[in-house]
């Protein structure tokens, strides 16, 4: 079993930064990947950022890219994401989730575990 905390959200304005961290306990982690998703009022949970745990390779959705970096600590099993010049549209709750196989990368379903979530607000 793995879980997995969040932390690190809040309120910023607009073209402010926040740092998410996602410390994972239960066992260390090696598994294929971990992730960022994030979910808005009325929306379906989107995929952000994510990160292949042993290669390092990483992966961000076209809307953040170039404004967020996805980022692990092996010794640590954290996994972190740093969002820099957000927007209102960024606000959501963030969800920290760890994919054991690897399928289906970018889609909730190939994760098997998650957190709770961080609320993040972005006021204009």
């Known amino acids: 079993q793995v879980q997995l905390v969040e932390s690190g959200g809040g309120l910023v304005q607009a073209g402010g930064s926040l740092r998410l961290s996602c410390a994972a306990s239960?066992?260390?982690?090696?598994?294929?990947?971990m992730g960022w998703f994030r979910q808005a009022p009325g929306k379906e949970r989107e995929f952000v950022a994510a990160?292949?745990?042993?290669?390092?390779?990483?992966d961000y959705a076209d809307s953040v890219k170039g404004r967020f970096t996805i980022s692990r600590d092996n010794a640590k099993n954290t996994l972190y994401l740093q969002m820099n010049s957000l927007k209102p549209e960024d606000t959501a709750v963030y969800y920290c989730?760890?994919?054991?196989?690897?399928?289906?990368?970018?889609?909730?379903?190939?994760?098997?575990?998650w957190g709770q979530g961080t609320q993040v607000t972005v006021s204009s």
């Open positions: 239960g066992r260390t982690f090696s598994g294929y990947a």
């Open positions: 989730a760890a994919s054991l196989s690897g399928s289906d990368y970018y889609a909730t379903r190939g994760y098997d575990y």
């Open positions: 990160i292949r745990w042993i290669a390092g390779i990483r």
